[in-house]
Nanobody, 112 residues
Framework: QVQLVESGGGLVQPGGSLRLSCAAS????????MFWYRQAPGKERELVAS????????YYADSVKGRFTISRDNAKSTVTLEMNSLEPEDTAVYYC?????WGQGTQVTVSS
């Protein structure tokens, strides 16, 4: 079955950086687009970024464009979200999404 395991969250000061990783298994990774979502307290889950199977095309929410970078390593079945210039508004649980499956999420807290 599909398994997605996120890592890399934590507490960071405004302006800082974090790198999230998602290790995938149980499906043919390179065939599928991968997604990062986030959910802040009291808010709906929102799409942050996505990347196509071959990695040739990416999408970013306007709120993170220019600050976040999504990438993937098909040989290792991993997808990464590099987050720079973090703002308190980026505080949320970040989830990796694959075909019909969610990871357990990793908490990102941006606070001084």
């Amino acid at each position: 079955q599909v398994q997605l395991v996120e890592s890399g969250g934590g507490l960071v000061q405004p302006g800082g950086s974090l790198r999230l990783s998602c290790a995938a298994s149980g499906f043919t990774f390179w065939k599928y687009s991968m997604f990062w979502y986030r959910q802040a307290p009291g808010k709906e889950r929102e799409l942050v970024a996505s990347i196509t199977g071959a990695g040739g095309s990416t999408y970013y929410a306007d709120s993170v464009k220019g600050r976040f970078t999504i990438s993937r390593d098909n040989a290792k079945s991993t997808v990464t979200l590099e987050m720079n210039s973090l703002e308190p508004e980026d505080t949320a649980v970040y989830y990796c999404y694959a075909p019909n499956s969610w990871g357990q999420g990793t908490q990102v807290t941006v606070s001084s």
